[in-house]
């Protein structure tokens, strides 16, 4: 009998778990994250405002058979503030598909959204593969989910060889290759002196900057300076990266490192943060060459960021980003269906 509980394990069991049930279902269709144990380490399992609230998973006895999951933040539509949750990792093992266990899973994620006053849960749906399981399965639940629109990356290409290789779409492959002709390997900044890593006395300035975020958007993360602490260092999984000037921090990046499957797998760059503040559009420029010049040093062979309004166009184009199409939907599962999301229409999130 599948019954819905609280997640048990740890993160090498999850990872592992959603590895082999993504792999199996979409390698050679589509681009494929790897999330391994660090990451989910990072991302769900380590101690956090909600804990494991929204870490619902099935099982079959003993047996991990499904997992729908979310951590807790805090928004602000316009001027009001309320609890939510951003994730999905919708998994259900292909042995126990077309059996209702994912209904189960947003049953009861419902239910503790419900409890604990979180009024939905955003993620998002791939629609660039016909394969791409997620959309369909939400859109099952017309009374809950709203489509927020389609949302793209910016890409910045390293090794141009390298991602013509890896990407499985000819199209892709030969643009990669174009770029190779405009685009640096690695980027230099003018001014190094200037970009520092993060330190934690730099929180507070961080925060304030990450704040300023929500200026030109209609709902984003309010971030609390416990929530961005663990999203800017944690166990040498995020990078951050900090301008200063005079002493002062200006402005920050913040990436972390993973792997992505295509037709073999690639090591890549993704940026969950960009505050410039009032930095001039120079500073900014050295801000993201010296970034892309440490991601290169890591081994990275392209970079990713969301394509949102709350990160500047000019300092993307003028450091060599390129804008890919919008292949994803952002996805709203309100639990609670009388939460009105009028307006919501430029974001602040990242990508998850």
Known sequence: MIETRTYEGGAAELGQFAQRVWRGTYEGRMMLPVWDDQYFDWQLLSDRPGGRNYLVAAYDG??????????????????????????????????????????????????????????????????????????????????????????????????????????????????????????????????????????????????????????NVDMGYVWSEERLAHQLSYQGRPRTLVAEENGQVTGFINYYLMDFIGRHPIHAAMVDLLAFGTMPLAARINLLQAAMAQMVDEGAKLALMLRLPCYPWWPMMRTGWVALPRDFYMICVRMDTSFPLDGAKKMHLHWR
């Open 62 to 215: 003993t047996k991990l058979v499904g997992s729908l999951l979310g951590e807790q933040f805090r928004f602000r539509l316009h001027d009001r503030e309320f609890d939510a949750t951003m994730g999905s990792w919708l998994t259900v093992d292909p042995e126990y598909r077309r059996q209702g266990v994912g209904t189960l899973l947003f049953e009861e994620q419902r239910r503790r959204h419900l409890e604990h006053n979180a009024v939905f849960h955003l993620g998002y749906g791939y629609v660039g593969a016909a394969d791409s399981l997620g959309p369909r399965f939400w859109q099952s639940f017309p009374a809950n989910t709203v489509n927020l629109g389609k949302v793209g990356f910016w890409t910045r290409v390293f090794d141009h060889k390298a991602v013509s290789k890896w990407d499985l779409a000819l199209r892709d492959r030969l643009g990669a290759r174009m770029m190779g002709f405009f685009q640096s390997h690695r980027p230099e900044p003018s001014n190094p002196a200037a970009v520092r890593p993060y330190r934690p006395a730099d929180l507070p300035a961080c925060l304030k900057l990450s704040h300023g975020l929500l200026d």
